[in-house]
């Protein structure tokens, strides 16, 4: 059974430019979500996606965004890019029953750089 | 509000020796509790678990009990490996409600000498 896939990997822009990270889920898991991994922050929960609805979202600016389509794969963009955005990216999905497990399975990020 | 509080790492440790990983949890509601590992260049993975409170989650040697009176969940292994050379994440969600994410503490990075 494939694991969740994150792409690009690894991607560099330049301050004021946007990016597009995509995630493709574990075949039947049918919620997303996202989460930035910084040094000095650690671990903090963007959003997630649960049959192509945004479930809940954590505090970040409006300059972050995701959506989900229908073969439950998720992308996030993030506009307006600040050097405060450089960090990993990770996306993990679940089987979301009547709640939330906290089972999550991760993918192995997209290192964004931001110059 | 809630939150999670890891032991600050770098730990180091030589092969065979016994390791202690510190968490405690500020929750508001009953949260279900986490250990989650990282290994260099990879994703996080679920290590173990504990739903509720005296329970123990176990896998790979490691285990944590949930202790509700010290909110507590310290992750043991009484002889590690240079393979067990990671980032160990403490996490917990809130069951039942609407906040469906999990909280995460800093993590604790954990290298075994040979």
């Known amino acids: 059974k494939a694991g969740v896939t994150q792409t690009p990997r690894y991607l560099i822009k330049t301050r004021g430019q946007q990016v597009t990270l995509s995630c493709s889920p574990i075949s039947g898991h049918r919620s997303v979500s996202w989460y930035q991994q910084t040094p000095g922050q650690g671990l903090q929960f963007l959003f997630e996606y649960f049959s192509e609805t945004q479930r809940n979202k954590g505090n970040f600016p409006g300059r972050f965004s995701g959506r989900q389509f229908s073969n439950s794969r998720s992308e996030m963009n993030v506009s307006t890019l600040e050097l405060g955005d450089s960090a990993l990216y990770l996306c993990?999905?679940?089987?979301?029953?009547?709640?939330?497990?906290?089972?999550?399975?991760f993918g192995e990020g997209s290192r964004l750089t931001v110059l | 509000g809630d939150s999670v509080t890891q032991m600050e790492g770098p730990v180091t440790l030589s092969e065979e020796a016994f390791l202690t990983i510190n968490c405690t949890y500020t929750?508001?509601?009953?949260?279900?509790l986490f250990w989650y590992v990282q290994y260099p260049g990879e994703g996080l993975q679920l290590l173990l678990k504990?739903?509720?409170?005296?329970d123990k989650g176990s896998n790979k040697g490691f285990e944590a009990t949930y202790r509700k009176e010290t909110t507590s969940f310290h992750l043991e292994k009484g002889s590690v490996q240079v393979s067990d050379s990671a980032v160990y994440f403490c996490a917990l969600i809130l069951s039942g409600g609407s906040q469906g994410n999990l909280i995460f503490g800093k993590g604790t990075k954990l290298s075994v000498k040979p």
């Open positions: 504990a739903t509720k409170a005296d």
């Open positions: 929750a508001t509601g009953y949260p279900s």
């Open positions: 993990a999905s679940s089987f979301r029953g009547r709640a939330n497990t906290g089972e999550l399975f």
